[in-house]
């Protein structure tokens, strides 16, 4: 290859900054170095060499009633990417994830006839809800990456080159964080007994299920008085979790850096998180937890109706059992996550359970089998050699 490959990327929360760093570094490695990033991404993607086009945090928003006052903004960034797109040239563009966003980018895209290979990274979850999705994508996209082989036969029935890469909780750092190192980068004497607290990486997550956890916190702490709660927390929601920590009479430890927030996990006896991905690195680090979420009333309503699942946490989905308890609306109350991490620090029966289900979690992710980042590249680079 003379000239640089040109890739677009669009990640815009997250989960999907961490999955496109990623493919970032595979693509590099693939390339010798012979390539440059456009687009959207947040601070992972940026140490891999992007300057993101906005702050993707605009876009960090979960719910269907909680976006609607964002949606004037949105559009008008969708409007941005597309234009930035054009303007760009590139040889492929490549969405991950946030697929009500990066759907209405790549349906624009198409409309401009730009005759260059589209791609989206991380499959919707047509399975819970929302199926005509798949009859869809192939509209606005060329190819679909998945993170869970049972995913295809939703697409590929529909005309959708469909390619499953792996999950990328495999290539988590989490899987080799050091807890020791953890407590002597932060002083942590050997009889405390750290919990993790994971409000979620969006804003409305956090300002939902940040004042549960920490009162849930406090409530631990009147029986655990060797308890230390440490939040590792991300970039897009750091100030907020700063503010709402700052007077909670707790003892809290803030850390930030990705290190440090899977080290972090590695070190605790038990977590308490948000919905999502953050909940399958606890259980690739083999530690025990609950999950809790709240939307609005409405969104939930809604949700209720739409979703064909039993489960939302993808340990349990793949299992087809509830493994993870799961706290959600109501159930995501002080009572239940008191009584639930009260018995992780039993370590009894239920806390070995979980430990004997997180390895039949990891069999069926593959754990140690695949690198998704670079089945993915290959797969991208591939089509890049085709067009």
Not at 29 to 47: C, I, P, Q, R
Not at 131 to 160: I, N, Q, S
Not at 220 to 242: A, C, G, Q, Y
Request: aromatic share 6%; charged share 25%.
């Amino acid at each position: 290859m003379n000239k640089k490959l040109k890739i677009y990327l669009i990640a815009g929360e997250p989960s999907g900054d961490a999955l496109g760093a990623r493919l970032m570094s595979a693509l590099k490695k693939k390339t010798n170095n012979n390539v440059e990033f456009f687009g959207l991404g947040g601070e992972n993607m940026e140490n891999e060499g992007l300057t993101s086009l906005f702050d993707i945090s605009e876009l960090s928003i979960m719910g269907l009633a909680e976006i609607v006052p964002s949606i004037p903004k949105i559009l008008q960034r969708i409007k941005q990417t597309v234009d930035d797109i054009l303007q760009t040239q590139p040889d492929i563009v490549i969405s991950i994830d946030s697929w009500s966003f990066a759907s209405r980018v790549q349906k624009l895209l198409r409309s401009k006839k730009m005759q260059i290979p589209q791609v989206h990274y991380v499959a919707p979850q047509v399975w819970a809800w929302k199926k005509k999705r798949a009859k869809t994508m192939h509209k606005y996209v060329d190819c679909l990456l998945t993170l869970l082989p049972y995913e295809a036969k939703y697409f590929v029935p529909h005309g959708l080159k469909t390619v499953f890469v792996g999950h990328p909780v495999i290539e988590s750092p989490v899987a080799h964080g050091d807890k020791e190192i953890f407590r002597k980068q932060y002083n942590i004497a050997k009889d405390k007994k750290i919990i993790c607290i994971l409000p979620g990486s969006r804003h409305n997550e956090v300002a939902t299920l940040l004042p549960i956890f920490l009162e849930s916190a406090k409530k631990l702490l009147e029986n655990h008085p060797d308890l230390l709660f440490v939040i590792p927390t991300v970039r897009t929601v750091e100030k907020r979790v700063k503010k709402m920590t700052k007077d909670c009479n707790l003892p809290i430890l803030l850390v930030e850096s990705g290190k440090d927030r899977h080290n972090a996990m590695c070190a605790a006896e038990t977590a308490i998180a948000a919905s999502g991905t953050v909940a399958l690195e606890l259980a690739i680090a083999d530690v025990p937890h609950i999950i809790g979420y709240k939307v609005s009333p409405l969104t939930a309503f809604i949700v209720e109706h739409l979703m064909h699942v039993k489960f939302v946490n993808l340990s349990n989905i793949l299992l087809n059992r509830e493994l993870v308890p799961e706290l959600l609306q109501k159930d995501c109350n002080i009572e239940n996550i008191v009584k639930y991490t009260e018995l992780f620090l039993q370590k009894g029966d239920f806390y070995q359970q979980q430990l004997s289900g997180f390895a039949e979690v990891r069999k069926a992710l593959g754990f140690g089998e695949q690198i998704p980042s670079e089945k993915a590249a290959d797969t991208i680079l591939d089509m890049i050699k085709k067009q």
